[in-house]
Nanobody, 124 residues
Framework: QVQLVESGGGSVQAGGSLRLSCTFFGYAYNYYTGWAWFRQAPGKEREGVAAIGSDGSTSYADSVKGRFTISKDSTLYLQMNSLKPEDTAMYYC????????????????????WGQGTQVTVSS
């Protein structure tokens, strides 16, 4: 059974940093072909934040470019710097087992497996 488990969320003041991690259970890490982080703020739709392919290429939402960095080894990470109150949301990791073209990497529909989420709260 596939399970993705996020960790690293918490409360931080604006300008601070957090590092999220996503651990994979059930299949070897290289079973997957693409990985991503999504977030959902109260009253808003879930949105793609960052994605990384098996070749290491990355995609970012405009709102986080230059502040967030996605990376992976056997664990998926999201380094978040210069955090803003508008970054407050539940953050989810996701994984795919099919190839995702670059332009579609931040679409929820491309990902089959999801974690339960970790809360990030940024205060002003």
């Amino acid at each position: 059974q596939v399970q993705l488990v996020e960790s690293g969320g918490g409360s931080v003041q604006a300008g601070g940093s957090l590092r999220l991690s996503c651990t994979f259970f059930g299949y070897a890490y290289n079973y997957y072909t693409g990985w991503a982080w999504f977030r959902q703020a109260p009253g808003k739709e879930r949105e793609g934040v960052a994605a990384i392919g098996s070749d290491g290429s990355t995609s970012y939402a405009d709102s986080v470019k230059g502040r967030f960095t996605i990376s992976k080894d056997s664990t998926l990470y999201l380094q978040m710097n210069s955090l803003k109150p508008e970054d407050t949301a539940m953050y989810y990791c996701a994984a795919s087992v099919v190839f995702i073209y670059g332009g579609r990497r931040l679409r929820q529909s491309e990902y089959k497996y999801w974690g339960q989420g970790t809360q990030v709260t940024v205060s002003s």
